[in-house]
Structures are given as C-alpha cells and as structure tokens.
Nanobody
Framework: VQLQASGGGLVQAGGSLRLSCVAS????????MGWYRQTPGKQRELVAA???????NYADSVKGRFTISRDNAKNTVYLQMNSLKPEDTSVYYC???????????????WGQGTLVTVSS
C-alpha cells in the first residue's frame, strides 16, 4: 500500500490550499484516513481525520477553517484549508488505517509528507 500526497505549497496568510492523498495497492478496506502535521522539534499532531462513515474529527486549532472529505471510490482523502495562518506552516502527512486483501487486520500507513508554508 502506498499513500501519495500532493497539494502543498506556499501561500499568503488568509489564503487557501487543498491537499489530496491517494491510497493505492491491494486494498480491501480503508477505515480511517486523515492528515497529521509536524514541525521541527515538535511531535506529529492530528489535524483532521475521517472514518468510513464520513464522521470527521478536527484539531481545535483548525476547526471552522479546514474541511476533510473522502472519495471512497477513489481511495482519496482531501483537506481543504481556508483562512490559513502562519502557524499552519508544517509538513503535512497523510495517514490511512487500511486492511489489505488477504489480511484480517488493519494497519497504519503514511504518505511521504507535503510542505505547507504560510507567509505573513
């Protein structure tokens, strides 16, 4: 299983970006997909996650500004980021809790990270 993230970049404060992450491989079921972020010297933190029933969870710092969604047919998760702030600058990692064909267990998979930089 591979998770390929895209959509990061440089944006001014108040602007918007949309991240995408596609999961590929011998996938049987995707339970949770989400986005985490990590800045140097800090722990990786949850930004937003969405389960297979389309129930979403957000970090308090992004509520009302970020929206997570998923397209189950495409094994893709999106993160629409609006009203971006300089403190949102980070490397964003895609995460998937996935069961592969032939397995009975769910495992965590991570994408390669995409850099989001918000200038003031």
């Amino acid at each position: 299983v591979q998770l390929q993230a895209s959509g990061g970049g440089l944006v001014q404060a108040g602007g918007s970006l949309r991240l995408s992450c596609v999961a590929s491989g011998r996938i049987n079921f995707i339970n949770v997909m989400g986005w985490y972020r990590q800045t140097p010297g800090k722990q990786r933190e949850l930004v937003a996650a969405i389960i297979s029933g389309d129930i979403a969870n957000y970090a308090d710092s992004v509520k009302g500004r970020f929206t997570i969604s998923r397209d189950n047919a495409k094994n893709t998760v999106y993160l629409q980021m609006n009203s971006l702030k300089p403190e949102d600058t980070s490397v964003y990692y895609c995460h998937g809790n996935i069961r592969v064909i032939g397995s009975y267990t769910l495992r965590d998979y991570w994408g390669q990270g995409t850099l989001v930089t918000v200038s003031s």
